[in-house]
């Protein structure tokens, strides 16, 4: 069973705030959320996680909502090498056998 | 530091062959998965390995095995292949360890079975 629902698909206009959505109702107290994305048909590529507070890196931001249903991935300011497909993920830290990887959303950046 | 590194990127087999896909390390990275995806999906997990000589399955192993070799490499075979196997193999590792353990990815095996 899937543990997280994303949009298929998302446009963004370059130079612009793209903001990625996820829910993931059922998530568990000790269930972190993770970030990847997939360019073309490479290997997945780690973004960011967290567990229950605001994450921010080089790559990208993460907002966690107060009951850790939903979160949001922002990449600040996209640029056309940010199209890719997204996915959200959801999984105990210590759980190797539970990346769980949906179909994502397929993010387009538009010059 | 290479990564992960998979070999052969592309390969053709038919129906009923045989091949092994390596799987190699260099992060020294306790534990190391494979996972399989077919076009327009996500990734599914065919087994993993925790730590050196330890395997367990995934969500999707049949028809195929594994061994981890040493702490460096993970090797999956496929020992009949069939069509449906016809799929975009990952190999990925992780030092599993603390929960700043993301997935490392290489760049893929393209499989197709005829």
């Known amino acids: 069973d899937a543990k997280t629902t994303q949009p298929p698909s998302m446009d963004c206009a370059e130079g612009r705030a793209a903001n990625l959505p996820c829910n993931h109702s059922?998530?568990?107290?000790?269930?972190?959320v993770y970030w990847y994305r997939q360019i073309h048909s490479q290997g997945p590529q780690y973004i960011i996680h967290g567990l229950k507070n605001n994450e921010t890196n080089e790559m990208a931001s993460l907002i966690i909502t107060e009951d850790r249903k939903s979160s949001t991935l922002i990449l600040p300011h996209a640029t056309l090498r940010d199209t890719a497909v997204y996915y959200c993920i959801v999984r105990a830290w210590y759980n190797n056998n539970d990346m769980r990887f949906g179909a994502g959303t397929r993010l387009t950046v538009k010059p | 530091n290479a990564g992960v590194t998979q070999t052969p990127k592309f390969q053709v087999l038919k129906t009923g062959q045989s091949m092994t896909l390596q799987c190699a390390q260099d992060?020294?990275?306790?534990?190391m998965y494979w996972y399989r995806q077919d076009p327009g999906m996500g990734l599914r997990l065919i087994y993993y390995?925790?730590?050196?000589?330890?395997?367990d399955k995934g969500e999707v192993p049949n028809g195929y095995n594994v061994s981890r070799l040493n702490k460096r490499e993970f090797s999956l075979r496929l020992e009949s292949a069939a069509p449906s196997q016809t799929s975009v193999y990952f190999c990925?590792?992780?030092?599993?360890?603390?929960?700043?353990?993301?997935?490392?990815f290489g760049n893929g095996t393209r499989l197709t079975v005829t």
């Open positions: 059922t998530i568990s107290g000790n269930e972190y």
């Open positions: 390995s925790a730590s050196e000589g330890t395997t």
């Open positions: 990925a590792s992780s030092t599993q360890e603390r929960e700043n353990s993301p997935l490392h």
């Open positions: 992060m020294n990275h306790n534990s």
